[in-house]
T-cell receptor, first 111, second 114 residues
């Protein structure tokens, strides 16, 4: 069974600080996604990571994937208030199109 | 392109009532899926379809039916609503495979079952 665990589940931080969200998964997968969700809104795709060592960056967000450790990280650099949201990782099961989702990390960035 | 659209945005049902949540996409995606999102949890897959006429169960299919008569539409039917089905429902479609494959989500339907 494929399980996906995110931590922390809640994070409150000050603007200007750096922090990392972790996403662990239990079995082999061929891709991992990061999504952002604002309160009461739908989900917005941030990154798709395909291979071991993949690193993608968009603005203050950088995602990486270590398939051997079954770990992905989402790093926030010099956080700003606009990045406050809930961030989800989702792992695609190799055998079909099913995505298994982490519980989400609620990120609050205080001005 | 409108992307993925869902109706209604909000719905209140009484226990035992049935209803259909509508989902449509105009991107010609073969794969579509329905998720539910409950507080403090990630999304859980209810049903999915890999093309017109083909559907399959996801992680939490009980109490829900789907059909896929066209590429564009993928309705979700609640057969006899229960309070445990109170949730936010998202429909999604997936672009073609490969490095750019990603899921596009509709705006969601908030359902309250009393």
């Amino acid at each position: 069974e494929l399980k996906v665990e995110q931590n922390p589940l809640f994070l409150s931080m000050q603007e200007g600080k750096n922090y990392t969200i972790y996403c662990n998964y239990s079995t082999t997968s061929d891709r991992l996604y990061w999504y952002r969700q604002d309160p009461g809104k739908s989900l917005e795709s941030l990154f798709v990571l395909l291979s071991n060592g993949a690193v993608k960056q968009e603005g203050r967000l950088m995602a990486s994937l270590d398939t051997k450790a079954r770990l992905s990280t989402l790093h926030i650099t010099a956080a700003v208030h606009d990045l406050s949201a809930t961030y989800f990782c989702a792992v695609k099961w190799v055998s079909n199109y099913q995505l298994i989702w982490g519980a989400g990390t609620k990120l609050i960035i205080k001005p | 392109n409108a992307g993925v659209t869902q109706t209604p945005k909000f719905q209140v049902l009484k226990t035992g009532q049935s209803m259909t949540l509508q989902c449509a996409q105009d991107m010609n995606h073969e794969y579509m899926s329905w998720y539910r999102q409950d507080p403090g949890m990630g999304l859980r897959l209810i049903h999915y379809s890999v093309g017109a006429g083909i559907t399959d169960q996801g992680e939490v299919p009980n109490g829900y039916n789907v059909s896929r008569s066209t590429t564009e539409d993928f309705p979700l039917r609640l057969l006899s609503a229960a309070p445990s089905q109170t949730s936010v429902y998202f429909c999604a479609s997936i672009s073609s495979g490969g490095a750019l494959e990603t899921q596009y989500f509709g705006p969601g339907t908030r359902l309250l079952v009393l």
